[in-house]
C-alpha cells in the first residue's frame, strides 16, 4: 500500500474527535476497517510474524460497521485518535 493512502484514515479518525452526523462515522467505519483488513493481509502475505497483523486486525474489528461496537463518544475521541496516529506511524515504518 503506498504510504500516502495510510493517510486518509488517519485524517478521516482526526476528524471523527469532532461532533459529527452519525452518517460521517458509518463512513468512518467503512474507510478504517478496510484500510485497517488490508494492512493486516498485505502484512501476513510479507511477514508472517509482524506484530502489526494484530494490532491492525483489531482495529479492523474495532471500527467492523457490520457488528458495531458501541462506546460513549469521550471513549471513542480516544480510540479515533489513538488509531489515526497508528496509521501514521505504520506509514513512516514501512519501506
Known amino acids: 500500500m503506498d504510504k500516502k493512502l495510510l493517510y486518509i484514515p488517519?485524517?478521516?479518525?482526526?476528524i471523527g474527535v469532532f461532533p459529527l452526523p452519525i452518517g460521517y462515522y458509518t463512513l468512518l467505519r467503512l474507510v478504517v476497517t478496510a484500510a485497517a483488513a488490508?494492512?493486516?493481509?498485505?502484512?501476513?502475505?510479507k511477514d508472517k510474524q509482524s506484530g502489526w497483523i494484530w494490532v491492525f486486525g483489531f482495529v479492523a474489528i474495532l471500527f467492523n460497521p457490520l457488528i458495531p461496537?458501541?462506546?460513549?463518544?469521550?471513549?471513542w475521541m480516544i480510540i479515533d485518535f489513538a488509531a489515526a496516529v497508528l496509521f501514521i506511524v505504520y506509514s513512516r515504518k514501512i519501506t
Open 10 to 14: 488517519a485524517v478521516v479518525l482526526f
Open 38 to 45: 488490508y494492512i493486516a493481509y498485505d502484512t501476513l502475505q
Open 69 to 75: 461496537i458501541y462506546l460513549d463518544k469521550e471513549l
